[in-house]
């Protein structure tokens, strides 16, 4: 039965992760923004005692065998809202929790049970870790088909070469913690797509570097790494999936379905950052005696009216857009083109709403005084990162004509 | 808990609507334009779906099957999808029918419902939007004045399907209390039909313009009696409306899939061509986006839950993304788009009308 109530469970998950982006990360968002690169230990410290063993980075894909059996859960839907709010806090802030993160997600995705316990069981005890996905290279960022980083067999390990940038949490997950660092490398260049796998590479593995920690427009508070492998011997036992290259390509198709999990909570973090913003233009106007007024013929309202109400009004096109591809998963559904659908969406209203939000408010939008400007710069990053628009419209344009990759690039 | 998927007996009837769509409207949609009229054949097949009878009590005649704004939202978009105006022309007893349900006096329901429960198609239907360039849903401009116990209404109306078949006209005023509907009978003193309205879309639809000079009712007449908050009739028109712009919207979408495969440049089709593409992916996102809106806003008058807000962004939204797509879809025919052989142009004009369309349907 079609219904937007969210269960009680979900309403307390959003309430409490409310309190902590009112209380935790509102009050030093502007702080860590500016003192890029400096952590806010206080902070994570607190994150990882109170939502440890939770993944607030990854999704959980569900097979539909799975959602058979257990039924129908609420785990991605109820990630999707909580990271609304943290997100509503900063987005930045969000990104740095410790936590197993997207390459927590791959191993949930990929991994055989053995490989979960090894890898994840810490991230629910001990010292805070961070886990990171390492995809991106200097020479190819959405073609991921191109990878160019090696791995080798050695005998009875894997010989990891090349370099990763563009990984976030890198530098906490490969060197300032217990964390790991998910590297996709291809066992043979000339494999293509069917070639490439990916590791689990534990911190502090010799051979891993973090050389670069790189400066940004936005989303200062989490930490963007570029990191080298050079040699870097993993046990063979750290490879997700099989070590076999088989004719097809399922096992890159495999790797590249942890973002259909992943790609609505990505979708759910831009629509906090767009509702925050859209929560100070209304306060804002509040203050000043403007209320927007529904139901009024247009040609009535103000321009400013009108302005918000569209922004209001894809704010929330988007939301149901993450929350449609949350269930789907919940329900056992292949949601690749959803998945994309939300990300596409919400990426585009992030980056509009809050461009749109900085305009409406003049000066005070412009000014560092308050965090508009701030929301603005770390919009931008939604619609890039975890698939561009672009990559995501590729996706959302093959599912609807039923294009191969080959057919439509 | 959030959940998106439909009812197996809303699924049926969405299949049954689709069906419906597929195979009797959309194939006539054309030559109903073209001519300007509904063919009759369509309108008899269509009434014994029981769209209009469904939710009238058994007591009345009808199926007594509860109103559901959520199912008259997935019944729009599917027989939208085949044709907008034949979707008007079948729906316009439920702008008297629906109403009554909702707000008549036991003696309003008891008068007009079995009217709409017979064997062949009855026509009711509403005068809403007025002949303004600042039409205002939220306060019109046909006013009701108390005169010695009766109304007195007085105003002008257009865009009102079947103004002249009608068997009642419910017709919206602004009384002193607020907004209020009133039952008009036509050969009533002081109503004045006038000539059939040429518009640029819904071409097949008869729309009339309708004079009220001064036109006496008792009070009897006033649609549930005095101070019925009518706020909930005029979201569920906004609703009605993005459920429509919906079913166009993938009208025009799937047209332009079936066209960009087909049609072939610099060697491939040209939905291999990113330009093409991504106009096509935008599109997809974005129906989905309009009937995710519009089913929230559904869901909330389901509920009878205040739906202003959630029924305007709907609505808004769901209006401009309607003559977004259509123009686009136009745009992937190209030249071909343009020709009145593709019935793309006519989704454009169709589609055009969803920002004055207030009042022309409700869920």
């Known amino acids: ?409 | 808990m959030v959940n998106f998927k439909p009812t197996d007996e809303q699924e049926l009837i969405r299949e049954t609507m689709a069906a419906f769509a597929r195979d009797v409207l959309r194939p006539q949609a054309h030559e109903a334009d073209e001519r300007c009229e509904v063919p009759e054949n369509v309108v008899q097949r269509a009434w014994e779906l029981g769209l209009v009878q469904s939710a009238i009590p058994e007591a009345l005649g009808g199926y007594g099957d509860p109103r559901s704004p959520i199912t008259g939202t997935l019944l729009l978009e599917e027989l939208a999808y085949g044709d907008l105006a034949l979707t008007l022309h079948l729906l316009a007893p439920r702008l008297l029918t629906i109403p009554l349900l909702l707000f008549g006096t036991e003696d309003q329901r008891k008068r007009w419902l079995p009217r709409f429960t017979g064997d062949r198609y009855a026509v009711g239907t509403a005068a809403f939007v007025e002949p303004r360039w600042d039409f205002d849903a939220s306060s019109v401009s046909t006013r009701a004045e108390r005169v010695e116990g009766d109304y007195v209404v007085t105003g002008r109306k257009c865009l009102v399907p079947l103004a002249r078949q009608a068997e009642a006209l419910l017709v919206y005023a602004t009384a002193p209390d607020g907004l209020a509907a009133f039952i008009v009978e036509p050969g009533t003193s002081g109503l004045v039909i006038g000539e059939r309205e040429k518009n640029m879309g819904t071409r097949a639809l008869e729309t009339y313009p309708v004079g009220l000079e001064g036109v006496r009712l008792p009070a009897g007449s006033r649609l549930g009696g005095e101070g019925a908050d009518l706020e909930p009739l005029v979201n569920a028109s906004r609703v009605a409306t993005a459920a429509l712009a919906v079913g166009v919207s993938r009208a025009a979408f799937e047209y332009g899939v079936a066209y960009a495969k087909e049609r072939r440049a610099f060697g491939v089709a040209i939905a291999q061509k990113q330009a093409i593409a991504f106009m096509l992916a935008t599109m997809a996102t974005e129906i989905d986006a309009m009937r995710l809106l519009a089913w929230e806003a559904a869901w909330r008058l389901e509920r009878g839950q205040p739906a202003t807000r959630e029924s305007c962004l709907a609505r808004d939204y769901a209006s401009k993304a309607a003559l977004k797509i259509t123009d686009d879809a136009v745009q992937v025919l190209g030249g071909h788009g343009y020709i009145r052989d593709h019935p793309v142009e006519q989704w454009l004009r169709d589609a055009r009308g969803f920002t004055t369309f207030d009042g022309l349907a409700i869920v």
């Open chain 1, 1 to 409: 039965m079609i219904d937007f109530e969210l269960s009680e469970n979900v309403k307390m998950m959003r309430q409490m992760t409310h309190a902590v982006a009112e209380q935790a990360m509102r009050p030093i968002s502007r702080e860590y923004d500016e003192r890029e690169h400096e952590k806010p230990w206080d902070f994570l410290n607190m994150m990882w005692e109170v939502s440890r063993g939770t993944s607030f980075g990854g999704g959980s894909e569900r097979k539909a065998k799975d959602a058979a059996r257990e039924g129908p859960s609420e785990k991605n839907f109820a990630m999707c809202t909580s990271v609304e709010e943290l997100c509503w806090g900063d987005v930045g802030l969000y990104l740095s929790i410790p936590n197993s993160g997207l390459g927590g997600a791959a191993v949930a995705a990929a991994g055989t049970p053995a490989q979960k316990e090894r890898f994840l069981a810490r991230f629910s005890s001990g010292k805070p870790k961070w886990g990171a996905m390492a995809i991106t290279e200097p020479s190819c960022g959405s073609d991921s088909s191109a990878i160019q980083t090696t791995a080798v067999r050695d005998g009875d390990h894997w010989l990891l070469n090349g370099t990763k940038i563009f990984c976030t949490s890198g530098l906490m997950a490969a060197e300032k913690s217990e964390g790991f660092v998910v590297v996709w490398a291809t066992l043979d260049r000339s494999a293509g797509r069917a070639g490439i796998r990916a590791f689990v590479v534990d911190a502090g593995t010799p051979g891993m570097y973090v050389t670069k920690v790189e400066k940004k427009l936005g989303i200062r508070a989490s930490d963007t790494a570029t990191i080298v492998l050079e040699d870097c011997r993993v046990p063979l036992d750290n490879i997700l999936g099989s070590p076999e290259i088989p004719k097809t390509s399922e096992g890159f198709k495999g790797a590249m379905a942890t973002f259909d999990a992943t790609r609505p909570i990505v979708a759910a973090s831009a629509i906090g950052v767009a509702r925050a913003a859209l929560d100070f233009v209304r306060d804002t106007l509040k203050e000043h005696g403007i209320e927007v007024r529904y139901g009024v013929s247009p040609h009535k309202l103000t321009a400013l009216e009108r302005d918000f109400m569209e922004m209001e009004a894809q704010v929330q096109a988007a939301r149901l857009l993450v929350w449609r591809a949350a269930w789907m998963i919940d329900n056992g559904m292949r949601n690749n083109l959803e998945a994309s659908m939300s990300k596409a969406k919400a990426g585009l209203v992030v980056t509009q709403v809050t461009q749109k939000a900085v305009e409406l408010l003049g000066p005070l939008g412009y000014s560092r005084q308050c965090l508009l400007e701030k929301w603005m710069r770390d919009a931008k990053i939604s619609d890039i990162y975890e698939g561009t628009q672009q990559i995501n419209q590729l996706i959302i344009a093959r599912r609807i004509l039923g294009y191969s990759s080959k057919a439509l690039s």
